[in-house]
C-alpha cells in the first residue's frame, strides 16, 4: 500500500528521489510551483526541458502526462515534470488529473525513485476546486502498483486542510 504523507510548506526544499512538477504544456517554466522549482533547481533543469522539446516532445508535454529531467540544485535527485488539467466547468476532466498523479508515479517507478513528493497539481493557477483536488490526488495515488512513500507538500494553510480532510475519508 503507499503509504502517504502531508506536509505543509515549500517542496523545492524536500529531501525525496523525486519532486513533481505542476508544469504546463510547453515546459519551459511558469509561475507557481513550476517557477519555484527552477528557481530554486537552477538552469540546468530549463536547459534539459528544453532539449526535452528539441528532441522527443517538439509539441510539448500532453496533459495528464509524465517526463523526468535532473533535479539541478534541488535536494531531490529529480524533478518530474507532469502537466494537470485547466479546470473546466463544463467538462469532466477528472481523468487527465488523475492521470498526472499515475503517469509520474510510473516515471518515478521508472527511475527507481521511492520517496516522490507531489504538489497539488491544478490546484493552483489552473483554478480546480480545493477539495475535489485533493480528493482525487489521495484516490489515485493510493491505488498505484507498485507503491512507493508519496510525501504530498502543500503550500497554503487550506489546501493542506483539503488534503487532511481526504486523507481522513480516503484514506
Ligand atoms: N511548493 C509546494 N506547493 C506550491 C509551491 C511550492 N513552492 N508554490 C506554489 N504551490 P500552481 P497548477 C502550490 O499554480 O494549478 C504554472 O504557471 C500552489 O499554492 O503552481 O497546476 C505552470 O507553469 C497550489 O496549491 O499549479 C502552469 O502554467 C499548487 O502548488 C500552471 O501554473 C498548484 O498551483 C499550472 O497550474
Redesign the pocket.
Known amino acids: 500500500m503507499v503509504a502517504i504523507t502531508l506536509v505543509h510548506?515549500?517542496?523545492?526544499t524536500m529531501r525525496v528521489d523525486a519532486v513533481v512538477n505542476?508544469?504546463?504544456n510547453s515546459l519551459l517554466?511558469?509561475?507557481?510551483?513550476?517557477?519555484?522549482?527552477h528557481r530554486a533547481g537552477g538552469p540546468e533543469v530549463l536547459a534539459e526541458c528544453r532539449r526535452l522539446r528539441e528532441t522527443v516532445l517538439p509539441d510539448g508535454l500532453p496533459t495528464g502526462e509524465a517526463v523526468a529531467t535532473t533535479a539541478g540544485r534541488l535536494p531531490a535527485h529529480h524533478v518530474i515534470h507532469t502537466v494537470?488539467p485547466v479546470w473546466d466547468p463544463r467538462a469532466d476532466r477528472s481523468e487527465l488529473l488523475a492521470s498526472a498523479y499515475r503517469q509520474s508515479l510510473a516515471v518515478a517507478d521508472e527511475l527507481g525513485a521511492a520517496t516522490v513528493a507531489f504538489?497539488?497539481?491544478?490546484?493552483?493557477?489552473?483554478?480546480?476546486p480545493t477539495a475535489d483536488a485533493a480528493r482525487i490526488a489521495i484516490r489515485t495515488v493510493r491505488e498505484v502498483d507498485p507503491p512507493c512513500d508519496v510525501t504530498f507538500?502543500?503550500?497554503?494553510p487550506e489546501?493542506f486542510a483539503a488534503f487532511q480532510t481526504a486523507l481522513a475519508e480516503e484514506g
Open positions: 510548506g515549500d517542496i523545492t505542476a508544469a504546463n517554466g511558469g509561475g507557481g510551483v513550476d517557477g519555484a522549482i494537470g504538489p497539488a497539481i491544478s490546484a493552483g493557477a489552473y483554478g480546480w507538500v502543500l503550500f497554503s489546501v
